[in-house]
C-alpha cells in the first residue's frame, strides 16, 4: 500500500512533471551561477568601501543609502540570475 504522501506525489509529477536537465544545460547554469557570484563581489567589494567611507565622515544618511543600494544591488543579480537559469532550463539561451 502507497502512503499519502507517495500519492499525492504521484499526482502531482502528472501535473507538472520533473525536466531533467542536460550536460550542457547544467554547465550552462553552473557558469551563470559563477559569473553572478563574481558580479555580486565586484559591487559588494564597491559598495562595503564606500559604505566604509561614509561611516568614517559621519554622513549617515550616505551610510544608510549605499546599504539600501548594496541591498537592492544584490537583489536584483539574483533576479537576473533566476530569469536566466528559467531561459536555459526552457531551452532558451
Known amino acids: 500500500m502507497k502512503s499519502a504522501y507517495e500519492l499525492a506525489m504521484e499526482r502531482l509529477e502528472k501535473q507538472s512533471p520533473t525536466s531533467k536537465l542536460t550536460d550542457a544545460q547544467k554547465a550552462q547554469i553552473t557558469e551563470l551561477e ?54 536555459v532550463r526552457d531551452g532558451k539561451k
Not at 562595503?48 to 565622515?57: F, S, Y
Not at 551610510?63 to 540570475?81: A, G, P, S, T, W
Open 34 to 87: 559563477a559569473l553572478c557570484k563574481a558580479k555580486k563581489a565586484e559591487k559588494e567589494l564597491f559598495l562595503k568601501g564606500e559604505i566604509a567611507k561614509a561611516e568614517e565622515k559621519g554622513d549617515f544618511e550616505a551610510f544608510e543609502q549605499m546599504n539600501k543600494q548594496l541591498k537592492h544591488e544584490m537583489q536584483k543579480l539574483d533576479e537576473d540570475l533566476e530569469k536566466k537559469k528559467d531561459k
